[in-house]
Nanobody, 121 residues
């Protein structure tokens, strides 16, 4: 079984920064995709950024220019550096992983972390 564990969430002031981490234990696929999704209260879950083992990234428009996703394949750990945070970034952030190519659809991911809360005020 694959276990994803997020860390790094918290409360931050507007304009501040946070770095989220997601470690993947038990992942044996040579090619895979990992991504960050978020869900705000009373909203649907949405994609934030995804990255594959070739380093190809895709960002939501809301994240472009402010967030940077990275993947350390040696450690099976993914990061999301979030800068210039806004109140609308407040949400539970989830790490997800799937074998093969990336997808922007959360239903295409079969492995999920428990989530880490990000609050911007």
């Amino acid at each position: 079984d694959v276990q994803l564990v997020e860390s790094g969430g918290g409360s931050v002031q507007v304009g501040g920064s946070l770095r989220l981490s997601c470690s993947a234990a038990g992942y044996s696929d040579a090619s895979y995709c990992m991504g960050w999704f978020r869900q705000a209260t009373n909203s649907e879950r949405e994609g934030v950024a995804v990255i594959d083992t070739d380093g190809i990234t895709t960002y939501a428009d809301s994240a472009k220019g402010r967030f940077t996703i990275s993947l350390d394949t040696a450690k099976n750990t993914m990061y999301l550096q979030m800068n210039s945070l806004k109140p609308e970034d407040t949400a539970m952030y989830y790490c997800a992983a799937r074998p093969g190519a990336c997808s922007w659809k959360d239903q295409d991911y079969n492995n999920w972390g428990q989530g880490t809360q990000v609050t911007v005020s």
